[in-house]
Nanobody
Framework: QVQLVESGGGLVQPGGSLRLSCAAS????????MAWYRQAPGKQRELVAS???????TYADSVKARFTISRDNAKNTVYLQMSSLKPEDTAVYYC????????????????WGQGTQVTVSS
């Protein structure tokens, strides 16, 4: 079994900061890309940022220069540091990981966390 567990969401005022964490655990052989997505009410889920195993990152245009994705490979954990938050950043944030489980090390699967709510409001 593999689990991804997010933490760090909450209510923050516009201009504030939050740090999300997502820890992967279980029967993991290796992890490739880890990413953060978000879904606002009535909208489709969208990619926020991703980081490869080697540390290469990508960002949605809407969060560039405000959000920073990072990972700790030793802890199988990915982080999203969010700064200068705006009301339009309000959404449920989901992490995912493209990984090889120990029971199928030659195959890659995508696992998702359960999501964490981020609300930006005064």
């Amino acid at each position: 079994q593999v689990q991804l567990v997010e933490s760090g969401g909450g209510l923050v005022q516009p201009g504030g900061s939050l740090r999300l964490s997502c820890a992967a655990s279980g029967s993991i052989f290796s992890i490739n890309v880890m990413a953060w997505y978000r879904q606002a009410p009535g909208k489709q889920r969208e990619l926020v940022a991703s980081v490869s195993g080697g540390g290469s990152t990508t960002y949605a245009d809407s969060v560039k220069a405000r959000f920073t994705i990072s990972r700790d490979n030793a802890k199988n954990t990915v982080y999203l540091q969010m700064s200068s938050l705006k009301p339009e950043d309000t959404a449920v944030y989901y992490c995912n990981a493209d990984l090889q489980p120990t029971w199928a090390p030659n195959n890659q699967f995508r696992y998702w966390g359960q999501g964490t709510q981020v609300t930006v409001s005064s």
